[in-house]
DNA sequence: CGCGCACTTGAACCCCTTCAACGGGCGTGG
DNA sequence: CCACGCCCGTTGAAGGGGTTCAAGTGCGCG
C-alpha cells in the first residue's frame, strides 16, 4: 500500500479512496506468457498494470493474431467489459515478466466510479483506447501494406535491427513475406537502404510520408 | 433550456451545471447533409445529438466510405477530440433534420467534467464508443463478407425490402455485387428465400449463425 | 408499352496471403 | 579453422477474397 502511493497514477487518491481500493483489490505477480483474460471471457476484474508489458490481440483465422495495442505501466486493463457488461473483445498477455493490481470491481461501492478522482482516471483511460482504437482501424481499414510499412518506418524506424523483421511484420498485421517485399520495394526505389545488423536508413523520408498520407 | 430539463440525459443535472453548460453552449437545427465535423478537423464543439440522425465514417480510397456507425438521440458526438487533443478520426453528417446542442467546451470551467453527473454521462459515453469501435474491428477485420451478411441477416435481416441493397452493402462496407453475389449462394444453398419486395425469409438461422460464428 | 432503376452476372484485376524452395550469416562442434 | 545446421529473411508461383467495370435482366411505374 505504501508502494502503491509512491506510484503517479494514484498519487492524487486519499486515504479513505485506497482504503476502499484496496480492499477490493489483490496484487499478483504474473509470468510472461500469463493470460489476464482470454476474448469471449465474462469480464470478473479490473486490472491496473503496474509492471511488465501487456499484448492486446484478437484471434482470426488459422491461428492467426490480430495485434491491437501494447499496455506499459501504468495503465488500466479490461474496463471497457465491466462498464459495458459485455464479454471482453479481445485477449490480455503478458510478453514479459510484470506485477498487476486485480480489482473485484463488484466489491465497490457503485458510486466508487463516480469520485472525481476516480472518474478523471478512467475517462483518460477510456479516451486513450478510442484513440488506439481508432487507430487500429484506420490502419487495418484504410492503409495498404505500403502504407502501414512507409508509416512505421517513420514512427518505429529504430526498431529495424533490434527486433526480428517477423515481430515487426505481427505488428504490422501483415506477413514476413509482405514486409520483405515492401522493404525490397522501397530499398529499389531509393527510399531506404539496409545498413549493417539489419537496421534501416532512411533515404528519402518525404516520399515515405507521401507514401502514408495519400498514396 | 425548459426543454433540455426534459430530455432523460439531463434530468439528474442540477440548475448549477445547467447555468454552465446552458452559458457555454447554443442550440443549432441541421439539415440532412450538414457536417458536424470532417474526419482531420480541430476540434472545437463538443455535441450533444437531441434530434435526427448522424451518421459517423471515415474516408476510404476512390472516394468510398467506411462506415462505422449511426447515431440517434441523445447521443454525445465528438468527445474523444476534446479529450484527447486530436484531430477529428472521423466525419459526422446528418442524415436527416435534427438538432444538436453545441458546446464550446472551452467556455466550461476545467472541472465541469470531474462533476459526478457529468462525468458518468461522460464514461458511459466512451465506453459505449470503444464498443461500438471493438465492433467494427471484428467487422471489418476479421469477419469474411459471407459472415458480415450472415450477421446482418439474423440481426437486421427486416431492413431488407425496406432500403435497397446498396445501402445495406454501405452499412457492410462491401460493394453490391458482393452483396448479391453473397445472398444469392444463402439463397441457392436453401438458407434464405427472397419474398415479395425484395424482402427475406430466413430458412436455416442455425446455419447462419454458423456462418458468423465460425466459418 | 417502354423507360429507368435496381439488382445480377461475368470477367479481369488487385492486393495480400500461402506454400515452398532458396540463400546467406552466424554459432557451434568437430 | 572449416563445415554443418539452423534460423531468418528472400523470392517465386499459385490461390483466395473482394472490388471494379461492363453488360445483362427484371420489374414497377408512368
Request: some cysteine; proline content about 3%.
Given at each position: 500500500m505504501k508502494k502503491l502511493k509512491d506510484i503517479p497514477f494514484f498519487s492524487e487518491f486519499d486515504d479513505n479512496l485506497f482504503e476502499e481500493l484496496f480492499s477490493a483489490s489483490i496484487f499478483q505477480n504474473c509470468n510472461k506468457g500469463k493470460i489476464l483474460f482470454f476474448e469471449g471471457d465474462e469480464p470478473r476484474y479490473l486490472y491496473v498494470l503496474l509492471e511488465g508489458k501487456v499484448r492486446v490481440y484478437k484471434a482470426k483465422n488459422k491461428g492467426r493474431q490480430l495485434y491491437i495495442h501494447r499496455f506499459t505501466p501504468v495503465s488500466l486493463i479490461g474496463e471497457l467489459a465491466n462498464f459495458e457488461n459485455v464479454l471482453?473483445?479481445?485477449?490480455?498477455?503478458?510478453?514479459?515478466?510484470?506485477?498487476?493490481?486485480?480489482?473485484?470491481?463488484?466489491?465497490?461501492?457503485?458510486?466508487?466510479?463516480?469520485?472525481?478522482?476516480?472518474?478523471?482516471?478512467?475517462?483518460?483511460?477510456?479516451?486513450?483506447?478510442?484513440?488506439?482504437?481508432?487507430?487500429?482501424?484506420?490502419?487495418?481499414?484504410?492503409?495498404?501494406s505500403d502504407a502501414k510499412v512507409a508509416k512505421f518506418i517513420i514512427e518505429s524506424g529504430e526498431l529495424f535491427g533490434k527486433i526480428k523483421n517477423a515481430q515487426i511484420a505481427s505488428l504490422l498485421n501483415i506477413t514476413p513475406e509482405t514486409l520483405s517485399r515492401v522493404l525490397g520495394k522501397f530499398k529499389k526505389e531509393g527510399l531506404i537502404e539496409i545498413a549493417e545488423k539489419n537496421s534501416i536508413k532512411i533515404l528519402n523520408s518525404t516520399k515515405l510520408q507521401y507514401i502514408f498520407l495519400g498514396h
Amino acid at each position: 500500500m505504501k508502494k502503491l502511493k509512491d506510484i503517479p497514477f494514484f498519487s492524487e487518491f486519499d486515504d479513505n479512496l485506497f482504503e476502499e481500493l484496496f480492499s477490493a483489490s489483490i496484487f499478483q505477480n504474473c509470468n510472461k506468457g500469463k493470460i489476464l483474460f482470454f476474448e469471449g471471457d465474462e469480464p470478473r476484474y479490473l486490472y491496473v498494470l503496474l509492471e511488465g508489458k501487456v499484448r492486446v490481440y484478437k484471434a482470426k483465422n488459422k491461428g492467426r493474431q490480430l495485434y491491437i495495442h501494447r499496455f506499459t505501466p501504468v495503465s488500466l486493463i479490461g474496463e471497457l467489459a465491466n462498464f459495458e457488461n459485455v464479454l471482453h473483445p479481445v485477449t490480455a498477455e503478458f510478453t514479459s515478466q510484470g506485477r498487476v493490481l486485480k480489482i473485484d470491481y463488484k466489491k465497490l461501492g457503485s458510486d466508487f466510479f463516480k469520485k472525481p478522482e476516480i472518474a478523471s482516471k478512467i475517462i483518460e483511460s477510456l479516451s486513450g483506447k478510442i484513440k488506439i482504437l481508432s487507430d487500429v482501424i484506420h490502419k487495418e481499414t484504410i492503409l495498404s501494406s505500403d502504407a502501414k510499412v512507409a508509416k512505421f518506418i517513420i514512427e518505429s524506424g529504430e526498431l529495424f535491427g533490434k527486433i526480428k523483421n517477423a515481430q515487426i511484420a505481427s505488428l504490422l498485421n501483415i506477413t514476413p513475406e509482405t514486409l520483405s517485399r515492401v522493404l525490397g520495394k522501397f530499398k529499389k526505389e531509393g527510399l531506404i537502404e539496409i545498413a549493417e545488423k539489419n537496421s534501416i536508413k532512411i533515404l528519402n523520408s518525404t516520399k515515405l510520408q507521401y507514401i502514408f498520407l495519400g498514396h
